[in-house]
């Protein structure tokens, strides 16, 4: 049986032409959106949705192109943008029927919501960042052989037809390769969770790589053209990360506070997947994000 998020209802709600997100929704309250990561789907934010559903409304979507959400093709690189991504999360608020909503990514969601942050400061009321940074400044920290780490990074942002035919051979070797090394507690990440975001990502590969191959290029223009207008996050917002930015020599609390005046960052101790590995962390820092 599929794992699924406790007590939670699913339905596929359209956004765009032509494009419906699948999401979770369970809960009452004011509106907590969740945006997961790579390579996951809605089912990471499974802990600290079920938490947070006591007091609020939670909304889990599976982003474009992940999931069980609708795939549509790139045709113009612009279709996995952030910022498409980041509209495409707000029409699905409103579809829901909530103008105003808090957000909260990891990985690949966070990235969308700071887009819908910059791009939709009248929707997003507070923001938490899990253990990524902004688009612009992830690519211009990465160098040398540290950004070796990274490579994935660099394979995604190839023109089309390369990275979807190496990716597509291999899958879950691919895939589950960042399943085990981005987890510091494999027990964090079932075997049927793992089966689950393996078959949502064997399913995916050209979408996904045109979400990671859009942060290589678009994304870094509109990112570049909000910090040369000097528009930053207008919300409160709130960043756990890892202690890696000590590690590949910058400070990651510095980059975040150029993006967002109103800013909380700590490090937690524990893998990448942190709502996994430390659901109770994650929703404590939620529930005091949303007290500012």
């Not at 990360?241 to 524990?270: E, Y």
Request: proline share 7%; charged share 20%; net charge negative.
């Amino acid at each position: 049986m599929t794992p699924t998020v406790p007590g939670f209802d699913h339905q596929h709600v359209p956004v765009a032409d032509g494009v419906r997100l699948h999401v979770a929704v369970g809960g009452s309250g004011s509106p907590v959106v969740l945006l997961h990561g790579f390579p996951q789907t809605h089912l990471m934010w499974r802990h600290v949705a079920a938490d947070l559903a006591a007091e609020h409304t939670v909304i889990c979507p599976d982003l474009r192109g992940y999931g069980a959400s609708d795939k549509p093709a790139d045709a113009d690189g612009a279709t996995y943008s952030k910022r498409t991504m980041a509209a495409d999360v707000v029409a699905l608020a409103r579809a829901l029927g909530h103008d105003r909503f808090a957000l909260a990514g990891h990985d690949r969601g966070a990235l969308v919501a700071v887009r819908a942050g910059l791009d939709h400061p009248e929707a997003v009321t507070h923001l938490l960042s899990l253990d990524v940074l902004p688009t612009l400044d992830m690519w211009e920290v990465m160098h040398g052989t540290t950004a070796a780490v990274g490579f994935h990074l660099y394979l995604m942002a190839q023109p089309p037809g390369l990275p979807e035919e190496l990716i597509g051979s291999a899958p879950d070797a691919f895939f589950g390769h960042f399943l085990d090394i981005w987890t510091r507690d494999p027990a964090a990440i079932p075997a049927d969770v793992r089966a689950a975001y393996l078959k949502a990502c064997r399913e995916a590969v050209p979408s996904i790589v045109a979400d990671y191959r859009a942060s290589a290029h678009i994304d870094v223009r509109h990112d570049q053209a909000d910090r040369d207008a000097g528009n930053r996050l207008a919300m409160p917002v709130s960043v756990l990360q890892q202690d890696w930015g000590a590690a590949l020599g910058f400070d990651a609390a510095a980059l975040w506070r150029a993006w967002a005046p109103d800013l909380h960052h700590a490090t937690v101790s524990c893998g990448h997947f942190m709502a996994e590995e430390e659901p109770a962390v994650v929703g404590a820092a939620i529930r005091d994000l949303l007290t500012r």
